[in-house]
């Protein structure tokens, strides 16, 4: 099955820092969405992306679907302590919407 | 707008047992899906359900299984319950025809 690769696995940074991470598939999407986990609770979602070479912000947060639409990136500029928690990238397959799959996570720390 | 909620929070059961697990989607949306999360596996898609029908599948045993209500509403249930069973278990919501989903809480399954 399908398969996303997210990198990096995690990543530690000082507060005030801009954070970049990536997702990556063998086969092309038309959306992809990125959520944020907080230890302990579901995950929120940040951006939804549907258009190749589409570029979305969402405060801080901005997102990009890469023009060969099998990859993402989502770029967290000036980073605080209330970044801390895990990202995920997530795309759903053909027709079937309400299946996603994600991505392993990027794991990010923010030491004020 | 109320999110989607999951009862309960916590749950601890032993080996052997059976579990339900509820979820009430946000106002409006239709479609259910549930997700198990565990450290090793991450987030994988256990079923979709909307107008009372499974509409996807991921790949668990039969133990697993789940039902909507008329009013969106759905459980998931867990039969003869083992050690590797033990995950925080998502519901999501969304609107048919669009892929952004929502997720609840969780509920956070110990199997002893």
């Known amino acids: 099955g399908q398969q996303l690769n997210q990198s990096p696995q995690s990543m530690f940074i000082q507060e005030g820092e801009d954070v970049s991470m990536n997702c990556t598939s063998s086969s092309i999407f038309n959306t992809w969405l990125w959520y944020k986990q907080d230890p302990g609770e579901g995950p929120v979602l940040l951006i939804a992306?549907?258009?190749?070479?589409e570029l979305t912000s969402n405060g801080r947060l901005t997102a990009q679907f890469g023009i060969t639409r099998k990859d993402s990136f989502l770029n967290i500029s000036a980073s605080i302590p209330s970044d801390v928690g895990i990202y995920f990238c997530?795309?759903?397959?053909?027709?079937?919407?309400?299946?996603?799959?994600f991505g392993q996570g990027t794991i990010l720390t923010v030491h004020p | 707008k109320a999110g989607v909620t999951q009862t309960p929070r916590y749950l601890i059961k032993t080996r052997g047992q059976q579990v339900t697990l509820s979820c009430s989607p946000i106002s409006g949306h239709r479609s259910v899906s549930w997700y198990q999360q565990t450290p090793g596996q991450g987030l994988q898609f256990l079923f979709e359900?909307?107008?009372?029908?499974?509409?996807n599948k991921g790949n668990f045993p039969g133990r697993f299984s789940g039902r909507q209500f008329s009013n969106s509403r759905s459980e998931m249930n867990v039969s003869t319950l083992e050690l590797g069973d033990s995950a925080l278990y998502l519901c999501?919501?969304?609107?048919?025809?669009?892929?952004?989903?929502?997720f609840g809480q969780g509920t956070r399954l110990t199997v002893v």
């Open positions: 992306l549907y258009k190749a070479g």
């Open positions: 997530a795309n759903a397959g053909g027709t079937s919407y309400g299946k996603l799959t």
């Open positions: 359900y909307f107008s009372e029908t499974q509409r």
């Open positions: 999501a919501s969304r609107q048919l025809m669009n892929t952004e989903a929502f």
